[in-house]
Structures are given as C-alpha cells and as structure tokens.
C-alpha cells in the first residue's frame, strides 16, 4: 500500500512556463516532506522540503506548497528551464520515525526549448 | 568531500546466485539507508542503520535480503539466491542525523541489478 502517490508519471511544459508536480499522501501522521530531483544514472539530490507547521516553502524558482487537510503537496517551478528536465520524486515522514522516508513513484518533466 | 558511492555500478547475475552491493557513505554520516528502485515504481524503503543501534529491517522483503555496515560507515547489501523480480536499481542513501532533527539524505548513484 503506498503511502506517498504521484499520479502522473510525465508532464511536459514549454521552457519559461511554470510546471507544477502534485503529491497525495495518506498517513496523516506525516509531517515532513521533500522534493528529490533526479537525472539519468545518477542517485536523487534533494531540492527542497517543507514542515507541516508551514504551508509554503520557497527557494528561487522553487515553491513547494503543502495542504494538509487535503494531504496534498505541490511543487512549482518558475519560470521552467530545459535544465529542470528530470525525474521528481516526493517523500515524506512521520514524527514517529522520522528517519523513514516514504517516497513516491516520481514524475518525468520535460521542459521543451 | 566525497559523496556517497556504491559499487558495482551495474551487476548483470544469473537466478539463484548470490550477489554483494557495497555503499560508502559520506565520511561521518551516522545514518545509512537502502532502497530498491523497481521498474516504474517508487524507491522502496528496505533498511536503515544509525549510529550502533540495531537497523530498522522493516523494509527488506525477504529472508534472502540481508545487510551489513560494518564499523559504521560501509554498508553491504546481500542478496542470496536472487530471482529475476530482484532486477532493480538499487540506491544507498546517507545523513548526519542529529537527535529531533530531520536531515536529508544525500544518494549515491545505484547498482543497476540485472537478474537473467
């Protein structure tokens, strides 16, 4: 059963759109979430993360946004480069056991030139 | 420093043999990590050590999966008799975890396991 779900494996946006990435989770226990980015043979790099006692976090071009009693989190990104293209996985974690990290299935962006 | 690394890169191996995964972690991260990347899936959690407690093995999915870290820093993944769903990108993962913190991990690149 899979805790932390992105629903849309792909998603595709002109170069100087915003992309918008959506998470769904189901534990209602979880209170920390992130965003890795990852390219091609290479292991995810962190890129941004959010506590549950706020509901935006922002870093650059970066937003990422949390509704909690939606249990839902977003990831912006403004204005899309080519460079962004990769794979973006979520994950989360619980106050309980907040060294397990639960983590999406990843959505492949691909910003068009 | 260095970052995380995990060798061999890529382990083609046929069904029933045993295969080894060995990860180095950032030099004084206390906290090391396991996940299986299958084919159009998530990372799936599969163990976690930190510091000299007993590791967290909720995530290992059979008897056949075993992991070792030895003088808290490398870690091995043992796969014994492997099956062909073993096939996967295997990822370690490490932070410097401090008590009531969340730290992020940072990941190695994988070993790419190809069971025939």
């Known amino acids: 059963d899979q805790q932390v779900k992105q629903n849309s494996p792909s998603l595709s946006v002109q170069e100087g759109r915003i992309s918008i990435l959506n998470c769904d989770y189901t534990?209602?226990?979880?209170?920390?979430f992130l965003w890795y980015k990852k390219y091609p043979a290479e292991g995810p790099t962190f890129l941004i993360s959010i506590s549950s006692i706020k509901d935006k976090n922002e870093d650059g071009r970066f937003t990422v946004f949390l509704n909690k009693s939606a249990k839902h989190l977003s990831l912006h990104i403004v204005p899309s480069q080519p460079g962004d293209s990769a794979v973006y996985f979520c994950a989360a974690s619980a106050v309980y056991n907040f060294n397990k990290f639960y983590f999406g299935s990843g959505t492949k962006l691909n910003v068009k030139p | 420093g260095a970052g995380v690394s995990q060798s061999p890169s890529n382990k083609v191996t046929e069904k029933g043999k045993d295969v080894e995964l060995r990860c180095d972690p950032i030099?004084?991260?206390?906290?090391l990590y396991w996940y299986r990347q299958s084919l159009g899936q998530g990372l799936e959690f599969l163990i976690y050590f930190q510091g000299n407690s007993a590791p967290d093995k909720s995530g290992l999915p059979s008897d056949r999966f075993s992991a070792e870290r030895t003088g808290g820093s490398v870690s091995t993944l043992t796969i014994q008799r492997t099956q062909q769903e073993d096939s996967a990108v295997y990822l370690c993962?490490?932070?410097?975890?401090?008590?009531?913190?969340?730290?992020?991990?940072?990941f190695g690149p994988g070993t790419r396991l190809l069971v025939l």
């Open positions: 993962a490490s932070s410097r975890t401090r008590a009531g913190a969340q730290e992020t991990q940072y």
């Open positions: 534990n209602s226990m979880f209170d920390y």
């Open positions: 030099s004084g991260h206390t906290a």
